[in-house]
């Protein structure tokens, strides 16, 4: 993700919601993240939900900017994002691009596809697709 990033940073902004824990040992538990010492429980407090956002960030050098849910779940149960998934928001709200739920339909290279097609370059013509696909 910090490549897809690097290449539309000046024409998209990027963000993380972390939302309920996708794999915890309390419940779903991956080798994936045993296997990365990435373990935690679900967290039933925001101050414990939030705390596992700055592990993530420390953990892993994280340098996207990254927003927690609130313990209600809006943006998980508006997105149906769990366990996570990629979407693409336009500069109307709206959501242009909706990835498959993850983790076997996460797959940032086809966000990278969508964006190469429907977010131009500074170099491109933009009157074809519109100036809101330039502030994606």
Not at 35 to 58: E, H, S
Not at 73 to 100: F, H, S
Not at 113 to 130: F, I, K
Request: proline share 6%.
């Amino acid at each position: 993700m910090d490549e897809i990033r690097a290449k539309f940073v000046d024409r998209a902004e990027f963000l993380t919601v972390y939302i309920k824990e996708a794999h915890p040992e309390d419940e779903w538990q991956m080798t994936v993240n045993e296997d990365q010492g990435v373990c935690y429980t679900q967290p039933q407090t925001l101050d414990a939900r939030v705390m596992i956002a700055n592990d993530f960030i420390q953990r892993f050098d994280y340098s996207m900017t990254l927003v927690v849910d609130p313990m209600e779940n809006p943006a998980e149960e508006a997105y149906a994002a769990w366990p996570e998934r990629l979407y693409v928001i336009g500069v109307d709200g709206r959501v242009a691009y909706k990835g498959r739920k993850g983790p076997f339909g996460f797959d940032p290279d086809e966000l990278e596809g969508w964006l190469e097609a429907h977010v131009p370059t500074d170099a491109e013509d933009t009157s074809a697709t519109g100036a809101e696909a330039e502030q994606i």
